[in-house]
Every structure is written in structure tokens, then in C-alpha cells.
């Protein structure tokens, strides 16, 4: 018996009027656009529907939006795009204001990414030993094992250093479809070494706020968000009181229907329908 029923986009579009919608594992995988996903946006926005591209990214939206359109998506296709990255700078920013002096912070991410440690004005340093700061924005678990990135934070951890996690996702999508250890697997490593963890994004309720204060016009009974991930997409949908589909590709696209169940009361959690792909 399925989890919950199968719907189409052109029946979510007939009930709501704004989305929020899944990147990883909805309209791509971590080196191209899945098939007819681009179509499928272009054709809610003649459709006069709202729609946010909702991301565990610790990069800006503006990046993420500038990599969809050299996958091929048309940049007309939605309205904005927003991140867990773009909802820590707004938070921390104000934080840091109140802040005397400039803080060290040690990044872990993927390819380098300093982006928030430099908006925030932090300097960035490599050595957890004199870390004021741990951000966690990404990960390259699957070429670096979680125990070595263990090691390098374990100072940190020890005195207790805060870390600031803006991707809270366990699992990724890497090359060749293959599900490695995500950001939050390292910034969980980091918590059970005894360091405090602050976490951003879904399905953490402040990134709903920041989306639904873009949705001027949208009631929430009228939102529906759309992701691959029970533990994210669809629980901090459920967080925030709104719709939510779980679309069967992506992290999950390996499980068969009838494990979903087990799988969504794991996290205590429901969708409202389940969809084939993102597509029209």
C-alpha cells in the first residue's frame, strides 16, 4: 500500500499557487538536469504560479541559480532562489554586528567554498586549534573519509567552539548516482565529539519564514513544497504546516514504495502525494 497517492504537477498546479521546490534530487543530480525538469518550471510559471527554489546549499542563491542556468535551465523559470547558506549570512550577520573584533573561522565545505566566512567578514583559518568559528557548508566525504574530517575538527570540538552547520543534509548525491556522507553527517561527527552545533535550513523552520516572507500573496494553504528527502523536504514542510509531495527520484529513487512508510515514521513524518519526477 502506498505511503500516500500519486499526483501529477498539472493537479498540484490546479490546487496551489506557490512552490517551493527541491533542487538535489528533484530537478538535478550532481552533474546535470534531470530530463524535462526545466520544461516542467517554465510551464508552472505560465501557469502564474510562484516559485522558490528551496536548497541545502551552504553557497548563495545567487550561485546556485547561476549553476542551474549553465545546466540549461531557463533563469525565467522561477522566482527566486534560496538557501540555508542565504538564511545563516541574514542570521549571523546580524549577530556578528554585536560582535567585537574579528573572528577566525575554519570552513568545511566542498571545493574550497570560503563564501559565508568572507561575507561575514570572518577570517578563515585551517587550524581548529585556534578556530573561534566551525562552519560546515559542505562535503567531500566521498573522497575524504568522515574519520579524517573527525580529526581535523576534534580541537575544535573539545573546547567547545560553536560550529555552524548551513547544510544540514546527511546524505548527497555524487557522481555517478552514488549517496555519500553530506555535510550534516560531518557536522553530526562534530556534535558527538562534543562541540555545539547551530543548524540551518530544512527542515529547520527559519528557512520556511524567510520563504514564506517571499510569498506575499500565498496563504499556506495554497503552498506546496516538492523534494526527494523524507528527512528534509518533507519534514520541514510538515514543520511549517505546509503541503508537501515526495517526488520518487533522487535519494530515495533506489527504495521501493513500500519501505517509504517504515521510512517517513522514522521521522515522524507523512507526504501529502508522491510523484513519479518533476515533470509536466
Known amino acids: 500500500m502506498s505511503i500516500a497517492p500519486y499526483t501529477t504537477l498539472a493537479a498540484l498546479a490546479a490546487r496551489y499557487d506557490a512552490f517551493l521546490i527541491d533542487q538535489f534530487g528533484v530537478l538535478r543530480d550532481d552533474e546535470r538536469a534531470y530530463p524535462g525538469a526545466n520544461d516542467a518550471l517554465l510551464h508552472l510559471k505560465s501557469s502564474g504560479k510562484t516559485i522558490i527554489i528551496l536548497s541545502n546549499s551552504g553557497r548563495s542563491g545567487d550561485y546556485n541559480a547561476e549553476r542551474l542556468v549553465k545546466l540549461g535551465f531557463d533563469r525565467a523559470g522561477f522566482d527566486h532562489f534560496l538557501t540555508s547558506g542565504d538564511v545563516a549570512h541574514a542570521i549571523l550577520a546580524r549577530e556578528a554586528a554585536e560582535r567585537s573584533g574579528r ?62 552547520c548551513t547544510n544540514p543534509d546527511r546524505h548527497k548525491l555524487a557522481p555517478g548516482g552514488r549517496v555519500a556522507p553530506g555535510a550534516g553527517s560531518i557536522a553530526l561527527a562534530y556534535q558527538e565529539l562534543g562541540g555545539p552545533v547551530r543548524w540551518f535550513g530544512k527542515p529547520y523552520p527559519a528557512i520556511y519564514e524567510h520563504a514564506q516572507s517571499l510569498l506575499k500573496n500565498s496563504s499556506p494553504g495554497r503552498i506546496v513544497c516538492i523534494g526527494d528527502s523524507l528527512e528534509h523536504d518533507i519534514a520541514g514542510a510538515s514543520g511549517a504546516g505546509l503541503a508537501s509531495c515526495l517526488v520518487r527520484t533522487g535519494i530515495l529513487a533506489e527504495k521501493p514504495d513500500t519501505d517509504l512508510a517504515d521510512i517517513a ?11 513519479d519526477r518533476f515533470t509536466v
Do not use: H, Q
Not at 151 to 157: F, N
Open 265 to 275: 515514521a522514522g521521522y515522524g513524518v507523512r507526504p501529502d502525494f508522491l510523484m
Open 103 to 164: 573572528m577566525r573561522c575554519l570552513t568545511i565545505s566542498s571545493g574550497l567554498d570560503r563564501n559565508l566566512a568572507d561575507r561575514l567578514g570572518f577570517e578563515s583559518v585551517e587550524d581548529a586549534d585556534i578556530a573561534d568559528i566551525v562552519i560546515i557548508s559542505g562535503s567531500e566525504a566521498e573522497t575524504i573519509p568522515l574519520s579524517a574530517y573527525r580529526e581535523k575538527l576534534e580541537p575544535a570540538a573539545r573546547r567547545g567552539v560553536p560550529c555552524y
